[in-house]
Nanobody, 120 residues
Framework: VQLQACGGGLVQPGGSLRLSCATS?????MGWFRQAPGKEREFVAA????????EYADSVKGRFTISRDNAKYTSDLQMDSLKAEDTAVYYC?????????????????WGQGTEVTVSS
């Protein structure tokens, strides 16, 4: 499975960005992770195979929304009310599970990352 993420960029605090991830084939659950400079990569959000179940990190709950379109083989991450601490390289990933999972080792397929900078 190949994944391609896009949509990153520079945005002011309080602004919004929408990240998109295109996959080469239908996948099981999908997730978004991020890695800030000098920090380890962390879980952001996940969505189940059918899209009926989602899971979020506490730090983004209520501000980020994950979605997927299985007909188009895509997953999006809508990011609202962005903060400086959301600055990171964001990665989409496809897991080997049908249900959502926050565990990185359960994601064998990864995209190349797209950079998000939140700054005034």
């Amino acid at each position: 499975v190949q994944l391609q993420a896009c949509g990153g960029g520079l945005v002011q605090p309080g602004g919004s960005l929408r990240l998109s991830c295109a996959t080469s084939e239908r996948t099981l659950s999908m997730g978004w992770f991020r890695q800030a400079p000098g920090k380890e990569r962390e879980f952001v959000a996940a969505i189940s195979r059918g899209g009926g179940s989602t899971e979020y990190a506490d730090s983004v709950k209520g501000r980020f929304t994950i979605s997927r379109d299985n007909a188009k083989y895509t997953s999006d991450l809508q990011m609202d009310s962005l903060k400086a601490e959301d600055t990171a390289v964001y990665y989409c990933a496809a897991s080997s599970f049908g249900l959502t999972t926050t565990i990185q080792s359960r994601y064998p397929y990864w995209g190349q990352g797209t950079e998000v900078t939140v700054s005034s």
